[in-house]
């Protein structure tokens, strides 16, 4: 499985950006996929989830301005960030997951750098 991010960039505070990230190969029908972020100097985190079926976690940071959806016909993962704020700035990182074994096997794209000037 491979995966492509795209739509990163630099924006003023208060503005919107929207991330995609094309997943192709052999994908699983039970699957997540999800973005996570990692600022300088700090730990990558989720930011957002959503599951083959549907369901949807997103981090309280960002919960009401941020949204997540998936093109399941076209494999591909798409972040609307409205409202960003300086802290939003990291790198953002997409993410794919399948049950394999009673576990997840995992694969991540090579992340889109997202700065939000103030």
């Known amino acids: 499985v491979q995966l492509q991010a795209s739509g990163g960039g630099l924006v003023q505070a208060g503005g919107s950006l929207r991330l995609s990230c094309a997943v192709s190969?052999?994908?699983?029908?039970?699957?997540?996929m999800a973005w996570y972020r990692q600022a300088p100097g700090k730990q990558r985190e989720l930011v957002a989830r959503i599951t083959s079926r549907g369901f949807i976690d997103i981090a309280t940071s960002v919960k009401g301005r941020f949204a997540i959806s998936r093109d399941s016909a076209n494999n591909t993962l798409h972040l609307q960030m409205n409202s960003l704020k300086p802290e939003d700035t990291a790198v953002y990182y997409c993410?794919?997951?399948?049950?394999?074994?009673?576990?997840?096997?995992?694969?991540w794209g090579q992340g889109t750098e997202v700065t939000v000037s103030s």
């Open positions: 190969g052999r994908i699983f029908s039970l699957n997540r």
């Open positions: 993410h794919y997951d399948e049950p394999s074994n009673g576990s997840w096997k995992d694969y």
